[in-house]
Every structure is written in C-alpha cells, then in structure tokens.
C-alpha cells in the first residue's frame, strides 16, 4: 500500500488492471446468458421437429380429463377432437400480428359430449394495416365437428386489459371469461390444423413454429472473445502505465527528468590560439 501512495504509475496500472478483470468478468457471464439461450432454443426446435409431423393422436390420450395440464414434452403434438364450436363464446386475441400483418387470431370454445372445452385458436383475421376500424370475423363450422389441433400449453394470465370480447394472451382461464363461457377445460389449448366439415369461410392458416436458431451462439462466442481482449488490452495498457513510470522515477524520482551532467573537461573546447592572443592584446590597452 505505501507503494501504491507514492506511486501513481502504479495506482493507474492497478486501476486498469482491477478494470480489465470486471469487465472480462462481465462478458464472461454475459456469453453464459447467451449459451444458455442457445441451449433452450435448441431444445425447443428439437421439440417442435420431433412432434409437430407426428401421427395425430386422440385428445384424451394427451389430456386425460378437464384440469389436466399438457405435458411440455408433448408441445405441438397433433391430436383430435369432436365437438362442437360455441361461436357466442369466441374471443379475438389482441397483439399477436402474423407476418408482421396486423390482425387477431380467433379463439373458440370447442364443447364436447360430456361438456367439457377444448379451446382452439381456428386461425386469425387481418385488420387494416394501420390497425383500424372494424374486423369481420367468419362463423365456424355449425354442428358437430372433428378437429386436429396441435396442443400448446396455457400461456400466462395478461394483467393488461382489452375491449369486450378480446384477450391479451391465450390463456384458457381469461379466453373463457371474455366469451362468458363456464365450461371446465384444459390448461392448454389447441392451433387448429384442419376440421370437418369446412367453413364456409376459411380462417388464415396458422404459421408454423419457427426453427431458426438465431444468433446466440455466436453473441456466446463474440463476449467471451471480448472477455479475452480486456484483459489483454488493459493488461498491456497497465504495462504501459509502470514502464513510463519507472522511466520517470529514472530521471529525477519526483517525475521530472535529470538536469544533463557537464560534460567532461577533456571534452570541453578548448581555448584556441588567436583567443588567447585577443584576449591579451584587450587587457593592454584596457
């Protein structure tokens, strides 16, 4: 400590060198946060690869009873259904645009035999593209229907509120309530694939899951590299710092260089000839 009082050089060196080890530290945790998105979203690619083709199977062979909750393994599994749609109960949910093309997806209850729900998202509308005025929405098939769905888990209740018919998220207990529907159902829901019969007027289709991996793999790689170059740039700068501190204590110990030493009496001009004779022929006639 008592050198770092008397030496600024090296206060500074341990300054950048304190630095360099936070900030690699940072980038160090930030490439982990970034691996380990990787790591999910490639599991969840994994998944949909895995079950989005697969056999479609019958509902209860998934969710057994009303209450039951999906099973994240089998996300995106197809399974079907027969019931029929409750159109007084549709819901339209808000902010989830298809294509970056403004629109609702269209929510309703599909009652079975022994009353319990399936709610299904049959598809969605597109609104205008500056997101106003009214939107017209196609009925469902009437009477009894057979569906395939790909099952999805229930999404998050949204604490936002929305207009009179409409939700924030898919989730089955707040899509219920809006339509003003008590049917016990599922804590998950279904993206229609096909039904039968046909409506009258079809709904878009829903897009398929995404498989792209993204990029944070790479980010991963680009902030460990940056974990590597601070330390070897702050460490070099921190070297900078004690050899130009050293080079200054060399010169006058208080950071100001030496005066230059006389050169040596040998190597001083010495007088010359006509000097001397100059300078006595002054002190004559002085």
Not at 38 to 67: F, K, M, T
Not at 131 to 147: D, I, K, L, Q, R
Not at 243 to 256: C, I, K, Q, V
């Amino acid at each position: 400590m008592r050198l770092l009082r008397g030496n600024p050089a090296a206060r500074r060196a341990v300054g950048l060198v304190l630095l360099a080890v936070a900030v690699s530290v940072a980038c160090v945790f930030l490439g982990r946060w970034q691996w380990h998105r990787h790591v999910a979203r490639d599991a969840a690619i994994r998944l949909v690869e895995q079950n989005y083709s697969a056999d479609p199977v019958p509902l209860d062979a998934l969710l057994p009873e009303p209450g039951a909750e999906l099973d994240p393994g089998d996300v995106w599994r197809q399974a079907t259904v027969t019931g029929t749609y409750d159109a007084d109960a549709a819901v339209l949910l808000r902010n989830r645009p298809v294509n970056s093309q403004p629109g609702f997806h269209v929510l309703v209850p599909l009652v079975q035999a022994d009353g319990s729900a399936l709610v299904v998202d049959r598809g969605w509308v597109a609104w205008d593209d500056d997101a106003s005025g009214e939107v017209a929405v196609p009925a469902p098939p009437s009477g009894e229907v057979t569906v395939t769905v790909h099952l999805r888990r229930d999404e998050a209740a949204d604490p936002r509120s929305a207009p009179a018919g409409q939700v924030q998220a898919i989730n089955v207990g707040q899509v219920l309530a809006a339509g003003g529907s008590d049917a016990a159902s599922y804590a998950g829901y279904g993206g229609l694939v096909d039904e039968t019969p046909a409506p009258a007027v079809a709904l878009g289709r829903l897009p398929a899951p995404s498989t792209d991996p993204g990029s944070h793999l790479s980010y991963a790689f680009q902030w460990w590299t940056f974990s590597v170059g601070s330390l070897a740039a702050f460490g070099w700068l921190a070297r900078r710092e004690l050899l130009e501190g050293a080079e200054a204590a060399a010169g006058g110990g208080d950071g100001t260089p030496r005066p230059a030493r006389p050169a040596p009496a040998s190597r001083r001009r010495r007088t010359s000839d006509e000097d001397a004779e100059d300078a006595l022929i002054d002190s004559q006639l002085g």
